[in-house]
C-alpha cells in the first residue's frame, strides 16, 4: 500500500515538473520575439540652415557675344558721337503789350559734310533769329541758314569749324538695306543732354507721318530707340555707324514709338537745299477726292479705286495739259461734293488708288520738270494726257 501511495505521488511529482518546463518554455519563447520593443528616441534639437544662392558662372565662351556687343555700341559712339552736335535757338516774338520777348529752343543735329554742312529738322529751326551750334569739344560757334524744306521737316546748317576740333562727316547709309528688326541708333541731345545715345530695332518701315493740316512725310521709319524732346535732328544709325533716318517726332502720351525722315529722303532733299536753298516738289495743280467702293457705288463712279478730280489751280499744269474738273456740286449726307471730273486711274502707267497714294507716288518717283503720263477716264472712257510738272508754288 505504502509502496503504490509512493508511487503515486511520484507520477504526480513529474507530471508537475514537466508541465512546468512546458510552462517555463513557452514563456520564453514569448520572450525572444524577433520583433525589436520600441523604444523612446527623443527628437534632436533643430537647427536653423541658412541656404545663400551663390550665382553660377558663366563659362568664358558665352561672355564673349555680350562683349562683342558692347564693343560695338562703344566703339560706335567713340567713332560717330563727335559728329552730332547740339543746336541752340532763339526766337523772338512780339507782343502788343510788352513788346518783343526771345524764347530759347533746343535739338540736334550732324555733320554731313567737310564744308561745314549740318542736317537737322526743320522746325528746331523754325522762325529762329539767332542759331548756335555747341561742338564736342564744348566750343560753340555761329549757324546760318543754307536751306529748309519745310514738307519733309528738313534744313541744312552752315558753320566755320574751328581748325583745332576733329570731327568728321557720318556716313550716309543705304535705304534699301534698311530691315525691320535690325538694330536701330539715336545720337541727340534730349533736354539738353549732350550726345545721349539710346538703342533699340527698326519697328517698321514706309509709315506716312502727318507733320502738320498741308504736309506728310511718306516712307518714315518707325523705332522703339528712345526719342524725346531734344533728340530731334539727330542721326537715327545702323550698326555700322551710317545714317538710315534724321530723328524728327515721337508719339505723344505713348513709350517706344518714334518716327525719323528716312534716309533716301535725307539723300534727295539735302543736295538740293545745299544748292539751291529750297526744294521743288513736283506739282500737278489739282485738288481731288479719294475713290472707295462705297463712293463710288453712291456716285456711280466706274471704278472702286483711284482719284476724282475735283478742282484746278489756274494756270497750273492740269489745266495745262487739258485735265477736266468737277462740273456740278451734289450733297451727299451733309457734305458737298464736286462730281464729274475726270478720274485719275494711273500715273507712268502705275495704278494710283487714293489721293495721298498719288501724293506719295510723285513726290518719291518724279521732279518738278518732268514730263509724265496719266491715265484718266473721262465719262467712263478711257484717255491718256501727257503732262510736264511743276514746282509747287
Request: net charge negative; charged share 15%; hydrophobic share 40%.
Amino acid at each position: 500500500m505504502i509502496t503504490e501511495f509512493l508511487n503515486k505521488i511520484m507520477i504526480n511529482l513529474y507530471i508537475k515538473i514537466i508541465l512546468s518546463l512546458l510552462l517555463i518554455t513557452i514563456i520564453t519563447a514569448c520572450d525572444n520575439n524577433d520583433e525589436p520593443v520600441p523604444t523612446y528616441t527623443p527628437q534632436p534639437t533643430q537647427t536653423p540652415v541658412i541656404i545663400v544662392a551663390t550665382p553660377t558662372p558663366l563659362p568664358d565662351d558665352f561672355m564673349v557675344p555680350i562683349d562683342v556687343e558692347e564693343e560695338l555700341v562703344t566703339n560706335l559712339y567713340d567713332r560717330v558721337g563727335p559728329s552730332v552736335v547740339h543746336i541752340t535757338t532763339e526766337v523772338v516774338t512780339m507782343s502788343f503789350f510788352f513788346g518783343p520777348s526771345a524764347s530759347e529752343g533746343t535739338g540736334s543735329g550732324f555733320l554731313y559734310d567737310d564744308s561745314g554742312h549740318i542736317v537737322t529738322n526743320y522746325h528746331v529751326i523754325e522762325d529762329a533769329s539767332r542759331i548756335e551750334v555747341r561742338l564736342s569739344d564744348e566750343s560753340t560757334v555761329q549757324a546760318e541758314v543754307v536751306g529748309v524744306d519745310q514738307s519733309n521737316d528738313l534744313a541744312v546748317l552752315k558753320v566755320n569749324l574751328p581748325d583745332n576740333v576733329s570731327i568728321f562727316p557720318l556716313e550716309i547709309g543705304d535705304a534699301d538695306s534698311v530691315r525691320v528688326g535690325q538694330r536701330a541708333i539715336a545720337i541727340g541731345n534730349p533736354f539738353g543732354l549732350d550726345r545721349t545715345l539710346t538703342t533699340g530695332v527698326v519697328s517698321a518701315l514706309g509709315r506716312p507721318l502727318q507733320t502738320d493740316e498741308n504736309n506728310v512725310i511718306f516712307n518714315v521709319i518707325q523705332t522703339d530707340a528712345a526719342i524725346n524732346p531734344g533728340n530731334s535732328g539727330g542721326p537715327l544709325l545702323d550698326s555700322r555707324g551710317r545714317v538710315i533716318g534724321v530723328n524728327t517726332a515721337v508719339r505723344e502720351n505713348a513709350q517706344g514709338i518714334g518716327f525719323a525722315v528716312p534716309v533716301d529722303t535725307v539723300q534727295r532733299i539735302v543736295p538740293v537745299l545745299i544748292e539751291q536753298g529750297t526744294y521743288p516738289h513736283p506739282w500737278l495743280g489739282l485738288l481731288g477726292y479719294s475713290i472707295t467702293p462705297d463712293f463710288a457705288e453712291l456716285l456711280e463712279l466706274p471704278v472702286e479705286s483711284g482719284v476724282l478730280v475735283a478742282q484746278l489751280y489756274r494756270e497750273g499744269p492740269a489745266v495745262a495739259a487739258g485735265i477736266q474738273g468737277a462740273t456740278e456740286q451734289v450733297v451727299v449726307g451733309n457734305r458737298r461734293v464736286l462730281i464729274g471730273g475726270d478720274v485719275i486711274t494711273a500715273v507712268n502707267n502705275t495704278r494710283i488708288t487714293n489721293w495721298q497714294n498719288l501724293q506719295q507716288y510723285l513726290e518719291l518717283n518724279t521732279r518738278a520738270g518732268e514730263n509724265i503720263s496719266i491715265n484718266l477716264l473721262r465719262n467712263g472712257e478711257p484717255l491718256t494726257i501727257d503732262l510736264i510738272l511743276a514746282a509747287q508754288p
